[in-house]
């Protein structure tokens, strides 16, 4: 019995764990219906680098729009910059366009400019425009600065031309702070643990995060990049400088927001010399496609973690079935049949093994009580049994250690996908998110793990467990307290961890449940299998 108890406070406590970790998250990084209000989204900027200079409240500035088939950019003379940007292409939770810049943002954005060493804020003003361009102008101690920024017919790409005039008859030196977008999460932790940027530098990419810290003072990363990014779970924003550049700056206020700039070469205009510098920037899906016609490298921004390789190749699969099926939630289940046939001679030897460990359980349970004193001739003697029986007591782990890199790829895989956003499947809305059968009552709303809603995927999925560990256990009357125990409390575990994740990621969990239960079910009672039993 002291075994027995000490497993249930094990398996007590490890629910307790998960209870609390999930109400600690919900706490420490709430979710939030949208991006945090404008006046969230300034940052603060080392002091080696300009803070973005103040502009008059009182001027009534003006806005301006570039519109193609797949982005809608509003440009504003307040900082000739982005402070608004919507893709046509995707929504929100609420059905809306799905902005990455809020309209309305307030600086810097996306190509805001500031000068080092501080200066005197600049007065744009909207010199001619088109349906794919609008040019702003200032000047700057008799230099005549002009922003260009473009809209590209058909793709999710903008430009931007920065023209230097140096109209003095003195030399002057320039040097500025130019910004990428910013991102913020909109679902608390799990977000803000994809929120990063990639810099490119010599053909190898280097990584920040924002998970569990922040960048007040900023980041600098020196080195003249291919390209940097801003990237989020499903959205990035990908800034390609036309020119050597100094290096990049990483900020970030919170857990869950980050800012992206590169800082320029200092520029040398000599009187009456123009110098000319361009930057390109993707604003858009994390798709791989969209991505790599931007440029051919921008493979490597959507990274599957330790497990690429592996991810890669179900993100293919997956790809594959979507394309034979146009469905998502078809797609997973059919990839999860492939994955499980696949793995069937290893799953095959594993019920086999588990079979055999069932029938020699009277004798291990008597030699258990026989040696209960004495666990090393205990052990010594169950392994004895085993050699005897021919019985590897591993072969049952086999397939479930093979899994575990299967299933960390395609945690990630569906976890980050943009293609999964939004995708129905049956009751579900959003494949990307927890299935949200039922929302519960306000009354009844936050209770630890279960939240506002009631997800039945995890449910069924824990209720298939369950029959599959009674199948694989046999249902004997040898089985001991220990093991019933865990038959039913292990389900329960994975219904608790399984429960707010993404309902495509149960989906494929859930189907292979039941898979494996149909095995167990029918391939166990084969001939053939009971032949091989036999030998």
């Known amino acids: 019995m002291n075994s027995e108890k000490r497993l249930m406070a094990a398996v007590s406590l490890s629910v307790l764990i998960i209870i609390a970790y999930q109400v600690y998250m919900k706490q420490y990084n709430p979710q939030s219906a949208g991006p945090p209000p404008p006046s969230v989204q300034k940052t603060v900027s080392p002091t080696t680098v300009q803070t973005v200079p103040e502009i008059d409240s009182n001027r009534t500035f003006i806005a301006k729009e570039l519109v193609n088939e797949r982005v809608c950019v509003y440009l504003t003379d307040d900082g000739a910059r982005v402070n608004g940007l919507s893709l046509s292409d995707y929504s929100d939770k609420n ?49 005549s600065i002009t922003k260009i920024i473009s809209l590209s017919q058909h793709t999710n790409q903008l430009d931007v031309v920065l023209i230097f005039n140096n109209r003095t008859n003195n030399t002057a030196t320039l040097q500025y702070q130019i910004y990428n977008g910013s991102l913020s999460a909109q679902s608390g932790h799990v977000d803000s643990r994809y929120i990063g940027t990639d810099i490119c530098l010599a053909n190898k990419v280097v990584r920040r995060g924002i998970s569990g810290k922040t960048l007040k003072g900023g980041e600098l990363v020196y080195g003249n990049p291919a390209w940097l990014t801003t990237r989020g779970r499903y959205f990035s ?52 496609n969209k991505m790599l016609l931007f440029d051919p490298t921008a493979h490597a921004v959507i990274n599957y973690g330790f497990f690429h390789g592996i991810g890669k190749i179900l993100f293919d699969g997956l790809k594959i079935m979507y394309n034979l099926t146009h469905n998502y939630g078809v797609a997973i289940i059919l990839l999860s049949l492939l994955i499980s046939i696949i793995m069937f001679p290893l799953t095959r030897k594993s019920l086999q093994s588990m079979k055999e460990m069932q029938k020699i359980q009277p004798e291990t349970e008597l030699i258990r009580k026989q040696f209960s004193d004495n666990p090393q001739k205990m052990n010594k003697e169950i392994m004895e049994l085993y050699k005897r029986h021919k019985i590897n007591p591993l072969g049952g782990c086999l397939p479930m250690f093979l899994q575990i890199p299967i299933f960390f790829s395609l945690y990630q895989v569906l976890l980050r996908s943009v293609e999964l956003k939004g995708s129905a499947f049956l009751w579900i809305r959003d494949l990307a998110e927890p299935d949200a059968a039922f929302q519960l009552p306000p009354a009844m709303r936050g209770l630890p793990v279960i939240g506002a809603s009631v997800n039945i995927l995890p449910i069924l999925m824990a209720i298939a467990m369950v029959f599959q560990q009674k199948l694989s256990q046999g249902g004997g009357k040898q089985l001991s307290e220990q093991q019933r125990i865990m038959a039913l409390i292990m389900p329960v575990m994975f219904g608790m961890i399984f429960y707010n994740m993404p309902s495509g990621l149960v989906l494929y969990w859930f189907t292979n449940t039941v898979f494996m239960l149909l095995l167990q079910e029918v391939v166990l009672k084969l001939p053939a299998f009971s032949r091989a039993q036999s030998l």
């Not at 059905?95 to 990455?100: E, I």
């Open 95 to 143: 059905g809306l366009p799905q902005f990455l810049i809020r309209q309305g943002a307030k600086l810097p954005s996306l190509f805001s400019i500031s000068f080092l060493p501080a200066r005197a804020g600049l007065s744009w003003h909207i010199e001619r425009e088109d349906s794919q361009h609008v040019v702003f102008k200032a000047f700057l101690d008799g230099i």
């Open 237 to 288: 924003f990908i800034m390609k400088p036309g020119q050597p550049v100094q290096s990049v700056l990483v900020e970030s206020e919170t857990r869950n927001d980050l800012l992206t700039s590169v800082i320029s070469n200092p520029i040398v205009l000599m009187p009456n010399n123009i110098v000319e510098q361009r930057f390109a920037v993707y604003a858009g899906p994390n798709d791989i």
